[in-house]
């Protein structure tokens, strides 16, 4: 990941976090990953940072409800756009630059394979493969794909300082199973069941998008004795089932012990839905999934992390687009 220099020091891993992960989707997306140096990078991350935070303001929810009247009221609603529409203008030099040398039989990436679809359907304008559509997908690929999983990441570390003995036990396996002469491959998951039961509990308590992603009805719906009229936002309450106490022997603790049976071995419960479910189930999760194992296991064989001395860890959030740690400091030690 770069970025850790000098042992011991407390430094903030929210961006080193950010580069990584983002990086990931920038080789999906745009067929290339940046230089942590890259400004037009970071000036991407920041922006996109920003407006997620904005999105959780009263200001931004007093738009979702009232977007006719407060469109002409000032307030920082106003500045999402302008930062979302930044990003969007990134996106659209990096589809200029491959239309310029777009080669229909070698697709390198997202945005070739969008581009083969829109020269397919040039005549069919209701199918929706135009430029503008090519921008605004690729902007939910890449925000949807850095934020969520390195905030997941940012609460992992957090709870690793804040529970050093569970942090110890997911050497203790890391060491075990892949010891430290390579670096752990998804491979290696299936033997590494109390790694595995430490990551759906970071994901289960951290409850990222705890209102999951606003849906809309496409016909009059039932559900039992609700009637919800057809074009209806609907939003699906995460934190009722990450937390429901009927189904969570401890839902307010960080307890790994949720996901592993009485010898230890991993389990699956019917409640972890972070990433949603049905048909409109979150599209990066097995991604998301990867990324999450890789990370987290490389990053704990390599490093021991604490706070730093003198302090508490602070397990308060920040409520944004996303569920997001307050910011806050560690150091990282090489094993």
């Known amino acids: 990941m770069g970025g850790i220099t000098v042992p011991g020091r407390p430094f903030d891993p929210r961006l080193l976090l950010n580069n ?20 037009d990078f970071q000036c991407l991350l920041k922006n996109i940072n920003e407006a997620l935070y904005l999105e959780g303001s009263i200001w931004a929810q007093l738009y979702n409800m009232l977007p006719w ?40 990436d997202y945005i070739d394979c969008f581009l083969a679809e829109m020269e397919k359907l040039k005549d069919d304008t209701a199918a929706g493969f135009d430029v503008e559509n090519l921008c605004i997908c690729t902007l939910d690929l890449f ?21 050093p003995e569970i942090q110890a036990k997911v050497q203790e396996e890391i ?65 009722s089932v990450l937390f429901d106490e009927s189904e969570w022997e401890t839902p307010h603790s960080f307890n790994p012990g949720h996901f592993l049976d009485a010898e230890g071995n991993f389990r699956r ?51 944004g687009g996303t569920h997001c740690p307050q910011p806050y400091e560690l150091c990282a030690v090489t094993r």
Not at 178 to 194: E, T, W
Not at 224 to 229: A, D, E, N, Q, V
């Open 175 to 239: 060491d075990r199973v892949v010891g430290g002469s390579r670096q752990p491959s998804l491979s290696d998951k299936d033997n590494m069941p109390y790694t595995n039961a430490v990551i759906h509990e970071i994901q289960r308590i951290g409850n990222i998008v705890p209102l999951n992603v606003v849906r809309i009805t496409v016909e009059d719906t039932q559900i039992g004795k609700y009637s919800i009229p057809k074009g209806t936002p609907v939003i699906g309450h995460l934190t």
């Open 69 to 108: 009247l407060m469109r002409r009221l000032p307030g920082t609603h106003h500045k999402i756009f302008v930062l979302l529409n930044k990003v969007i203008d990134f996106v659209k030099e990096k589809v200029n630059a491959h239309r310029a040398d777009y080669d229909p039989s070698n697709p390198r």
């Open 269 to 319: 419960r019917d409640a972890f839905l972070p990433f949603s479910l049905g048909k409109r189930v979150c599209l990066g999760e097995q991604l998301a999934r990867m990324e999450l194992f890789l990370f987290f296991s490389s990053l704990l064989q390599r490093f021991t992390f604490s706070s730093p001395v003198g302090v508490e860890p602070n397990l308060d959030f920040k409520l």
């Open 143 to 163: 925000v949807a794909g850095t934020e969520t999983t390195s905030t997941t990441l940012y609460w992992g570390l957090l709870y690793m300082i804040n529970y």
């Open 20 to 39: 990584a992960v983002s990086n990931v989707i920038c080789v999906l997306v745009f067929g290339n990953r940046f230089e942590y140096s890259d400004h």
